[in-house]
């Protein structure tokens, strides 16, 4: 259980550093005239509200040592990071 606890929350760390990014590119401006920013600006709300729910199960569950909380939590927080890496290799077509 120590594993999967570790495991969920590294990549929610990893997400975090994902909507550190997104929200550093909002507020330097960078995304490619109005239409790029208020697309920029809803995914990043969009990620931080996700993230934000992601927490509270994953807090909730690593205090009452809840295993399905800790996978729901841990499937839930990897989908942003396959999302990025797709978009690194050039999958999202």
Same mark, same amino acid.
């Given at each position: 259980?120590? +594993?999967?606890? /570790? !495991?969920? +929350? /590294?990549?929610? !760390? =990893?997400?975090?550093?994902? =909507?550190?990014?997104? !929200?550093? &590119?909002? &507020? @330097? $401006?960078?995304? $490619?005239?109005?239409?790029?920013? %208020?697309? =920029?600006?809803?995914?990043?709300?969009?990620? &931080?509200?996700?993230?934000?729910?992601? &927490?509270?199960?994953?807090?909730?569950?690593?205090?009452?040592?809840?295993?399905?909380? =800790? +996978?729901?939590?841990?499937?839930? %927080? %990897?989908?942003?990071?396959? +999302?990025? !890496?797709?978009?690194?290799?050039?999958? @999202?077509?």
């Amino acid at each position: 259980m120590n +594993w999967l606890r /570790t !495991a969920a +929350w /590294t990549v929610f !760390a =990893l997400d975090l550093v994902i =909507l550190a990014q997104m !929200a550093y &590119a909002v &507020a @330097s $401006g960078s995304g $490619g005239g109005p239409t790029g920013q %208020a697309l =920029l600006r809803g995914f990043t709300l969009r990620l &931080a509200s996700g993230l934000a729910g992601i &927490a509270v199960v994953l807090i909730f569950s690593s205090w009452k040592r809840n295993i399905i909380g =800790l +996978w729901v939590s841990l499937i839930c %927080a %990897a989908i942003p990071l396959l +999302w990025v !890496a797709a978009g690194m290799l050039g999958l @999202s077509d």
